[in-house]
């Protein structure tokens, strides 16, 4: 039985959405190997479309969000902005100095 990874564990989690596991999933750039791998099968003549996908790529798991978990998150957005804004704000003032 496949597992979610701790990844999309904490974006099910943060985003409050359905994560999928698929079958790509174990291999860190299988989607893009098997998305260019299908273009340029479409592309060559090889495939008519790229519904061949379907036979290739399959959903194993569905990772639910933990509501009490995104809350959490949700909670600490605000802070995570400031943060992010406070750390512009430092990088514009290191740029105007001048050595």
């Known amino acids: ?13 943060i985003c409050g959405r359905l994560q999928h596991q698929d079958t790509e999933d174990k291999y860190r750039s299988g989607r893009r190997r098997v998305g260019a791998a299908a273009i340029a099968a479409v592309g060559c003549g090889l495939w008519k479309d790229f519904n061949k996908i ?18 959490k998150y949700e909670k600490l957005l605000p802070v995570f902005e400031y943060a992010s804004d406070c750390q512009a704000n430092i990088s514009e003032a290191l740029r105007a100095i001048e050595f």
Do not use: C, F, G, Y
């Open 1 to 13: 039985m496949w597992r979610a990874s701790k990844e999309q564990t904490v974006l099910a989690n």
């Open 54 to 71: 379907d036979d290739i790529h399959k959903i194993v798991e569905i990772v639910e969000p933990v509501p009490d978990n995104n809350n």
